[in-house]
T-cell receptor, first 114, second 115 residues
Framework: DGGITQSPKYLFRKEGQNVTLSCEQN?????MYWYRQDPGQGLRLIYY???????QKGDIAEGYSVSREKKESFPLTVTSAQKNPTAFYLC?????????????FGDGTRLSIL | AQSVTQLGSHVSVSEGALVLLRCNYS??????LFWYVQYPNQGLQLLLK??????LVKGINGFEAEFKKSETSFHLTKPSAHMSDAAEYFC?????????????FGSGTRLLVRP
């Protein structure tokens, strides 16, 4: 079955440490997205990529970095500059070329601070 | 800029009662509209979407939504709630004029179903 796989499901970060969240899709989608979810705030866009080797900042990119070296992979690094990283992180992908196609979501990674 | 308002962070209904979850958007151009459902510690699953055509849209699990341009609304309904409908529901919009095709999400409504 096609889908989006996020790993790990739970992740713990120490002070001053960078951590990387994995997102892999086998849907052959061009566009991929990273969202952060905090209780009562819905989803906020961190970064997105519409094509390999290109990505754009979303609304809350500070303290995060991404890469898009392969179509199926879009890893997110939470750097030590992100002072409040505790949240649920969701990766999504879409075949969208016109804005009218839904995004497909992975099951998320929950990041906590040790 | 687009924005989405979901009225009511929590909605509680009895099993078998009507479910109504409200969503209003602000946009000068009619957006593409989506409803997603999220169960605990899971990702989001698409319930239904409106892009063009018929304004009453039917989705999975017996849900439907109606696009009302004059009211800038896209409320989600289900005639009879089931215990398995208890989850968080998100309304989202995409601006047809924005080439990034980003989704803007509302803050979500948690649906509680009482036995």
């Amino acid at each position: 079955d096609g889908g989006i796989t996020q790993s790990p499901k739970y992740l713990f970060r120490k002070e001053g440490q960078n951590v990387t969240l994995s997102c892999e899709q086998n849907l052959n989608h061009d566009a991929m997205y990273w969202y952060r979810q905090d209780p009562g705030q819905g989803l906020r866009l961190i970064y997105y990529s519409q094509i390999v080797n290109d990505f754009q900042k979303g609304d809350i990119a500070e303290g995060y970095s991404v890469s898009r070296e392969k179509k199926e992979s879009f890893p997110l690094t939470v750097t030590s500059a992100q002072k409040n990283p505790t949240a649920f992180y969701l990766c999504a992908s879409s075949t969208d070329r016109e804005g009218n196609q839904p995004q497909h979501f992975g099951d998320g990674t929950r990041l906590s601070i040790l | 800029a687009q924005s989405v308002t979901q009225l009511g962070s929590h909605v509680s209904v009895s099993e078998g009662a009507l479910v109504l979850l409200r969503c209003n958007y602000s946009s000068s151009v009619p957006p593409y509209l989506f409803w997603y459902v999220q169960y605990p510690n899971q990702g989001l699953q698409l319930l239904l979407k409106y892009t063009t055509g018929a304004t009453l849209v039917k989705g999975i699990n017996g849900f439907e939504a109606e696009f009302k341009k004059s009211e800038t609304s896209f409320h989600l309904t289900k005639p009879s709630a089931h215990m398995s409908d208890a989850a968080e529901y998100f309304c989202a919009v995409s601006d047809p004029m924005d080439s990034s095709y980003k989704l803007i999400f509302g803050s979500g409504t948690r649906l509680l179903v009482r036995p």
